[in-house]
């Protein structure tokens, strides 16, 4: 692959070292946080084993200048054209670990993709403790005949205060702010399905695309008397260290945004991103993707993906999902039920995607 590049399409690319940010993507955040999990299962669910190109050479090559420029990674594309997979063949392929996923819905804000904050249950918590520090058996102001029996019998009765937790086990960064802590080498982020959005939502990630950073009011608030605070990720179990209430990358992360193209987001977003469009896979793409989930072969896989390839023709894009599970059907033994019984299926299987819009 070309000298610059960093991500040559499969799964298993040439280590690199990655090349230094350019001066207006350079961020100063740290100390870098420990190097994320790896989650090889996730990894093989979405790839398959051996994983597939679906990339040529010039979409490969936006891919990189992504990487390299350090910006978001904007694809779009039909249903099933392997969109969200691109995320997990990059963290694969460069060892960058777990993909960090946020699903967007029309409900998705910025503020759930950063943190949360329990207020309440913090609250609960110190009502808690106060309500068994306080002593108890009569009402306060009362004055006891015996002052030594009473404080005596006070001490006996008060359960123990509780310890309230630190400020930091109620606050749990989402995957974009687990995605923004500082590491030697970027995380992955898949921010699927953006074009689902709320219309407010693109703009209000534009400062934290350009900044790489974002604060925590409530650690703010205590940096003085806690300027360290250990929080919780997005990480399965995971925790980090925030200093003085500020999230601030080192690396910023690789940011994949994925949309089915169902709304144009606006200019100033879009000038922050580098954009890729992704076709339908080809007949040969298909069948490496066949190949890739079932590695001891399909019956029939050519017949099966032109079969394919010719309904997608006819009735609109398909997704590459209804082609898996079609081939596992196969793999069952779906095709000797009957002379009619597989091509049937088969067709309730590759359904039109896209509504039918014929006045007819």
């Not at 108890?136 to 123990?160: H, L, M, Q, W």
């Not at 079609?326 to 039920?337: K, P």
Request: aromatic content about 6%; charged content about 25%.
């Amino acid at each position: 692959m070309p000298g610059w590049w960093l991500f040559d399409g499969g799964i298993r690319s040439e280590v690199r070292e990655w090349p230094p940010p350019p001066p207006w993507r350079t961020f100063s955040g740290g100390p870098d946080q420990p190097e994320p999990p790896e989650e090889q299962r996730e990894t093989t669910r979405r790839l398959g084993l051996g994983g597939v190109r679906l990339l040529d050479h010039s979409a490969l090559a936006m891919v990189n200048a992504a990487l390299v420029l350090r910006r978001p990674l904007l694809v779009t594309g039909s249903p099933g054209s392997g969109k969200s997979s691109l995320a997990y063949q990059i963290a694969a392929s460069l060892g960058l670990g777990r993909v960090l996923r946020w699903p967007i819905t029309s409900r998705s804000t910025l503020a759930q993709g950063l943190y949360d904050y329990d207020a309440i249950g913090r609250a609960q918590y110190e009502v808690f403790g106060r309500a068994q520090a306080a002593p108890s058996g009569r009402p306060t102001g009362t004055r006891a005949r015996s002052p030594i029996r009473a404080k005596d019998v006070a001490d006996a009765e008060r359960p123990a205060p509780a310890a309230i937790p630190p400020v930091g086990d109620f606050v749990h960064l989402g995957p974009l702010g687990t995605a923004l802590l500082p590491h030697r080498r970027p995380r992955v982020l898949l921010v699927d399905e953006f074009d689902k959005s709320d219309i407010d939502l693109p703009n209000d990630l534009l400062n934290v695309f350009e900044d790489g950073q974002f604060s925590i009011p409530e650690l703010v608030r205590a940096r003085d008397a806690t300027p360290e605070v250990r929080v919780h990720t997005a990480d399965p179990g995971g925790t980090a260290t925030v200093h003085a209430g500020i999230v601030e990358c080192h690396e910023f992360p690789v940011v994949v945004i994925t949309s089915n193209g169902e709304r144009e987001f606006p200019p100033a977003l879009l000038r922050r991103c580098t954009r890729l469009d992704i076709p339908p896979p080809d007949t040969e793409r298909l069948a490496a993707l066949i190949a890739a989930h079932f590695p001891h072969g399909v019956a029939g896989r050519a017949e099966l993906v032109e079969q394919f390839t010719r309904q997608r023709t006819l009735a609109g894009p398909l997704a590459a999902d209804q082609l898996l599970n079609a081939a596992y059907l196969l793999t069952l033994g779906a095709d000797t039920d009957g002379a009619q019984a597989w091509p049937d299926l088969r067709e309730q299987l590759w359904h039109r995607l896209a509504p039918d819009t014929d006045p007819g």
